[in-house]
C-alpha cells in the first residue's frame, strides 16, 4: 500500500485545501472584472464580514449577545480620525489607539456586567444602554480645530489629501480599498480559526453551553467571558478605522448607532452563529440584498429592511442555524469531485494491516 | 486520613435552613454515600462544598485548606470535581469536546488535553460516540458524559449528585462498576443516591440527612437497621 505522507507544503496537495486557495486566488482577482459599483459592494460585504466576525467571538462562540459592539465601532472610527485631523498621526497607528480604547471598554463593560451576573436578555439591555450613553457623549462632544469647532452632531470629516497615500489610507480609486478590506478578513478569519482551535475556543463554547457546567470544570468564566469580549472589541477596531477613510465622514447617528449592533447579530445569525466563515456567508447574502435593493428602489426609503426582515423569518424557520450548512455541503461536494494532487509529499510503503 | 472536613455547616435560604450544622470527614480513597428523603438538603451540601453556595457558617477544609469563599472553578482546580443531579452537557458541541474542557483544566494545550479525552472516553467505553454532539446522547451516555468530563480535571476527591437515578437495572450495574473502577484509579467519591440498593452495594460509609440535619452516620449494614433512618423515610408508624 502507498500513502502520501504529508510534509509541510503537502498539505496543498488535498482538495480541501487547495480548493481554499483558489477561492482565494478568485476574490482577489475578481474586482478586475468587476464595474466600481459592484466593487463597492463587495468592500461592504467585506467590512460586514469583519464586524460579524467579531460579534461572533462574544456572541457566538461566548455565548453573550453583545449590542456594544456598535461602540467599538465608533470609538476607533473616531480616534483614528481625530488623531489624524488634531495632530496628522496616520489613520493606520490610530487604529491601534481606537483599539486601545475599544479593549479598554470591553474590559470596563464587561467587568461590571459579567461580575454581576448579567445574562441574556439582561447584558443585551444593558450593552444597549452603554453603546447609547456613548453616542450621546459623542454627540455632545466638539473638538477645536484651527478656531472652528468639528464633531458633535455634525460629525467629521476626515480631510482629504492629494493623490494616493498608504500612509494616510487613502486612495482615489475603489480597488486599493476592496484589497485592504480582504487582507483585513483574511487575518480576522485566521485568527478566529486560531481562537476555535485553541483554549479560548473550547472555554468560550463551554460557557454558552453552560455556565455552571463550565465553572464545575476549572472555567474561570468570568475572567474568559471579559477575554471574549476584549478579543471581539480588538477585532472590530480596524472596520472602524476603514469605514472613516472609506466614506471619509462619521457621525455619531451612523458609526456609533446600535442599528449597527442589531446589523453585526443579524449578518452572524443569517449566516450561521458560532462558526468561522458563518458571518462571511451571512455578509455575502444580506449586503449585497440591502444595496441593490436600495440602489434600485432608493427612493421608497425602508423597503430594504422590510425584505430583509422578511428573509431573516424565512430563515428562522427553515435554517435556525444559519445559511452556513449549505455552503458547507457545497464545499464538500466540489472538494470531493477534485483529485489530490502530488506536490513535496513523500510516498511510503506500508504494511497495511490483514 | 480524612482529606476534606466539614464543620457545623449551616445553609440557609430565606426562613428555610436547607443545611443545618452538619459535621462530616470523608477518608482518603473510601466511596462515601449521602442519602435522605427529598429536599433534605443533600445537593444544597454539594454546592456548599464544591463553591455554588457560600455556607452561613461553619467551616470546609480539604487537605487542610480552607474552601470557604472560593470560586466553584478554584476549587476544581484545587482537586474537587463534581456532576450534576441533572446533567449539564455543553449540548452543542460533541463529546470527545466535553472532555476537552475538563481536561484543559490541567493542561493549556489542546491537543495533550484531545489525548487526555479520548483515553478517558475509552475508559468510560464512550469512544465510538465521542464525534456525536453531546445533545444527541441518550441520558445514561450523557451522565457517563459528565462523570468523564469531571474525571478529565483530574480530581483527588469526586462528587458524585445521583449518577445511577434513571438508568435502567442494567445500565446500572455499569455504572457502579464503573464507579468502582474510578475508586480503584486513587479517586475517592462523594456519591448522592436516591437508589437504596445501588447505595447500599456502593458505598463503603453512608451520612444521612434530614432536614438538613446529620440524623446517622455508620456502615451500610448499621444504616439499613437504623430505627431513626427508618422512621424519616417511612414515618415513625414503621419503627419495628
Known amino acids: 500500500m502507498i ?56 456572541g457566538g462562540y461566548a455565548g453573550q449577545g453583545s449590542f456594544l459592539n456598535a461602540a467599538f465601532f465608533g470609538i476607533t472610527a473616531y480616534a483614528s480620525s481625530l488623531l489624524f485631523i488634531l495632530y496628522g498621526l496616520s489613520p493606520w497607528i490610530g487604529m491601534f489607539v481606537g483599539a486601545f480604547f475599544s479593549v479598554l471598554l470591553a474590559l470596563g463593560a464587561g467587568y461590571l456586567c459579567f461580575r454581576f451576573g448579567l445574562k441574556g436578555h439582561f447584558f443585551f439591555l444593558a450593552s444597549i444602554g452603554i453603546t447609547v450613553a456613548i453616542q450621546r457623549v459623542f454627540i455632545n462632544w466638539y473638538w477645536p480645530v484651527n478656531g472652528d469647532l468639528v464633531g458633535g452632531a455634525y460629525g467629521i470629516w476626515v480631510p482629504v489629501i492629494k493623490g494616493d497615500s498608504f500612509y494616510h489610507f487613502q486612495f482615489r480609486g475603489k480597488l486599493p480599498y476592496y484589497y485592504i478590506a480582504l487582507a483585513m478578513l483574511l487575518a480576522e478569519l485566521y485568527i478566529a480559526y486560531r481562537i476555535q482551535n485553541s483554549k479560548f475556543g473550547y472555554y468560550f463554547n463551554a460557557i454558552r453551553d453552560d455556565e455552571d457546567a463550565a465553572e464545575s470544570l476549572g472555567v474561570n468564566t468570568l475572567k474568559y467571558k471579559i477575554i471574549a469580549f476584549a478579543i471581539s472589541a480588538a477585532l472590530t477596531a480596524p472596520a472602524g478605522t476603514f469605514y472613516a477613510q472609506y466614506f471619509l465622514f462619521i457621525d455619531p447617528f451612523t458609526v456609533l448607532t446600535d442599528m449597527l449592533s442589531i446589523e453585526m447579530v443579524v449578518v452572524a445569525v443569517v449566516g450561521g452563529m458560532g462558526t468561522i466563515f458563518g458571518p462571511v456567508i451571512g455578509a455575502m447574502i444580506l449586503q449585497p440584498m440591502m444595496e441593490y435593493v436600495r440602489a434600485f428602489l432608493g427612493a421608497r426609503r425602508g423597503l430594504d429592511l422590510i425584505i430583509t426582515g422578511f428573509i431573516i423569518i424565512v430563515i428562522a424557520t427553515l435554517r435556525p442555524r444559519g445559511f452556513i450548512k449549505w455552503f458547507e455541503d457545497g464545499y464538500n461536494y466540489v472538494v470531493k ?3 489530490t494532487m502530488h506536490l513535496g509529499g513523500e510516498r511510503k510503503h506500508v504494511h497495511s494491516g490483514s | 486520613m480524612s482529606i476534606l472536613e466539614v464543620r457545623g455547616v449551616s445553609k440557609r435560604f430565606g426562613g428555610l435552613v436547607a443545611v443545618n450544622n452538619v459535621d462530616l470527614d470523608i477518608e482518603k480513597g473510601e466511596i462515601l454515600g449521602l442519602i435522605g428523603p427529598n429536599g433534605s438538603g443533600k445537593t444544597t451540601l454539594f454546592n456548599c462544598i464544591t463553591g455554588f453556595y457560600r455556607p452561613e457558617s461553619g467551616s470546609i477544609r480539604f487537605h487542610g485548606e480552607n474552601f470557604l469563599g472560593l470560586t466553584p472553578h478554584g476549587i476544581c482546580v484545587k ?69 468523564a468530563r469531571a474525571l478529565a480535571t483530574k480530581p483527588r476527591l469526586l462528587l458524585l449528585d445521583e449518577v445511577v437515578a434513571g438508568l435502567n437495572p442494567k445500565e446500572t450495574d455499569e455504572a457502579l462498576a464503573l464507579l468502582r473502577k474510578i475508586q480503584e484509579s486513587g479517586v475517592t467519591l462523594f456519591v448522592v443516591e436516591h437508589v437504596m440498593k445501588a447505595i447500599m452495594t456502593l458505598a463503603d460509609r453512608i451520612i444521612v440527612l434530614h432536614h438538613g440535619s446529620k440524623i446517622a452516620e455508620g456502615a451500610p449494614s448499621e444504616i439499613a437497621t437504623n430505627t431513626k433512618v427508618i422512621e424519616a423515610y417511612l414515618g415513625s408508624e414503621y419503627r419495628a
Open chain 2, 79 to 147: 482537586g474537587v470535581a463534581r456532576t450534576f443531579q441533572l446533567v449539564k452537557p455543553f449540548s452543542r458541541i460533541t463529546a470527545l469536546d466535553n472532555v476537552i474542557v475538563g481536561a484543559l483544566c490541567r493542561t493549556n494545550s489542546v491537543e495533550e488535553a484531545r489525548l487526555e479525552a479520548m483515553t478517558i472516553l475509552n475508559f468510560l467505553g464512550l469512544s465510538k460516540k465521542m464525534t456525536l454532539p453531546a445533545r444527541d446522547l441518550t441520558i445514561a451516555d450523557q451522565k457517563r458524559l459528565e462523570l
Open chain 1, 3 to 58: 500513502v502520501e505522507v504529508p510534509g509541510k507544503i503537502s498539505k496543498l496537495s488535498s482538495p480541501k485545501y487547495y480548493f481554499a486557495l483558489i477561492l482565494v486566488i478568485i476574490t482577489a482577482l475578481l474586482p478586475l472584472a468587476l464595474n466600481p459599483f459592484q466593487v463597492h459592494v463587495l468592500v461592504l460585504v467585506y467590512l460586514y464580514a469583519i464586524l460579524a466576525e467579531s460579534w461572533n467571538i462574544i
Open chain 1, 337 to 339: 469531485q477534485l483529485p
